[in-house]
C-alpha cells in the first residue's frame, strides 16, 4: 500500500506539503548563516523590565516594556535582551535577562522600568537575517563554533540586538555580542 501511494501521489504530496514548508523556512530566513565580526560597538542605551525564569517567554516581558514606554510617549527603538545566564546551563526558573527597547538616554522613563547603558567596548558579533524564532539558533551556533575553533567557550553575559525589517514580506536582523575578550 504505501509503495502505491508513493508511486502515484509523491508529487501531489511533495507541491501540498513538502514545497511550502521548504518556501517558508526560506523566507524566514532558515538558510541563511550568520557573519561572525569583531569590532567595537555602544554604547547602548535600552529601558527594559528584569525577566527571571523560561527564557522562552521573554515575548511576554517584552510586551510590558513596549506598553509601558507607549503609554509614557515614548517610541521603543529596536529589541534589546541582556542574557545573564546561560540557557544551556541554568534551569528555566534560574535563567536570567534584562529585556526591553532601546530608548533616548535622556527619556523620562516610567515608574517600574529601568535604564541600562552599556557603554562602547570590544565585542565578537554574530548578525544573522531571519526570523525572530530561528536567529538566535543560528547566531549562538555561529559564535559558539568561531569561539570553539579558538579554544575559547561562549560565556555570558550576552547582548541581543533585534531590528526587525518594518516591513512583513522581510525578516529582521539579529546581532548577539559577546566580549571580545
Same mark, same amino acid.
Given at each position: 500500500?504505501?509503495?502505491?501511494?508513493?508511486? &502515484? =501521489?509523491? @508529487?501531489? /504530496?511533495? %507541491?501540498?506539503?513538502?514545497?511550502? $514548508?521548504?518556501?517558508?523556512?526560506?523566507?524566514?530566513?532558515?538558510?541563511?548563516?550568520?557573519?561572525?565580526?569583531?569590532?567595537?560597538?555602544?554604547?547602548?542605551?535600552?529601558?527594559?523590565?528584569?525577566?527571571?525564569?523560561?527564557?522562552?517567554?521573554?515575548?511576554? &516581558? =517584552?510586551? @510590558?516594556? /513596549?506598553? %509601558?514606554?507607549?503609554?509614557?510617549? $515614548?517610541?521603543?527603538?529596536?529589541?534589546?535582551?541582556?542574557?545573564?545566564?546561560?540557557?544551556?546551563?541554568?534551569?528555566?526558573?534560574?535563567?536570567?535577562?534584562?529585556?526591553?527597547?532601546?530608548?533616548?538616554?535622556?527619556?523620562?522613563?516610567?515608574?517600574?522600568?529601568?535604564?541600562?547603558?552599556?557603554?562602547?567596548?570590544?565585542?565578537?558579533?554574530?548578525?544573522?537575517?531571519?526570523?525572530?524564532?530561528?536567529?538566535?539558533?543560528?547566531?549562538?551556533?555561529?559564535?559558539?563554533?568561531?569561539?570553539?575553533?579558538?579554544?575559547?567557550?561562549?560565556?555570558?553575559?550576552?547582548?541581543?540586538?533585534?531590528?526587525?525589517?518594518?516591513?512583513?514580506?522581510?525578516?529582521?536582523?539579529?546581532?548577539?555580542?559577546?566580549?571580545?575578550?
Amino acid at each position: 500500500m504505501f509503495r502505491d501511494f508513493v508511486r &502515484t =501521489q509523491w @508529487k501531489p /504530496f511533495l %507541491l501540498a506539503f513538502v514545497l511550502p $514548508i521548504v518556501g517558508v523556512y526560506w523566507w524566514w530566513g532558515g538558510f541563511n548563516a550568520a557573519e561572525i565580526s569583531e569590532s567595537e560597538s555602544g554604547p547602548h542605551v535600552f529601558a527594559y523590565l528584569e525577566h527571571q525564569g523560561d527564557l522562552g517567554k521573554l515575548p511576554k &516581558t =517584552q510586551g @510590558k516594556v /513596549f506598553a %509601558l514606554l507607549n503609554e509614557a510617549g $515614548i517610541t521603543p527603538g529596536d529589541t534589546v535582551t541582556l542574557l545573564l545566564s546561560d540557557p544551556r546551563k541554568a534551569v528555566k526558573p534560574e535563567q536570567r535577562a534584562k529585556t526591553g527597547y532601546r530608548v533616548p538616554a535622556d527619556a523620562k522613563l516610567p515608574e517600574g522600568l529601568q535604564l541600562e547603558i552599556i557603554p562602547r567596548r570590544k565585542v565578537l558579533a554574530a548578525r544573522v537575517h531571519a526570523g525572530v524564532m530561528l536567529a538566535p539558533g543560528k547566531a549562538y551556533q555561529a559564535l559558539s563554533d568561531h569561539l570553539q575553533a579558538q579554544g575559547r567557550e561562549l560565556t555570558m553575559p550576552a547582548l541581543e540586538i533585534y531590528r526587525p525589517s518594518g516591513t512583513p514580506s522581510q525578516v529582521g536582523e539579529l546581532v548577539v555580542e559577546v566580549a571580545a575578550e
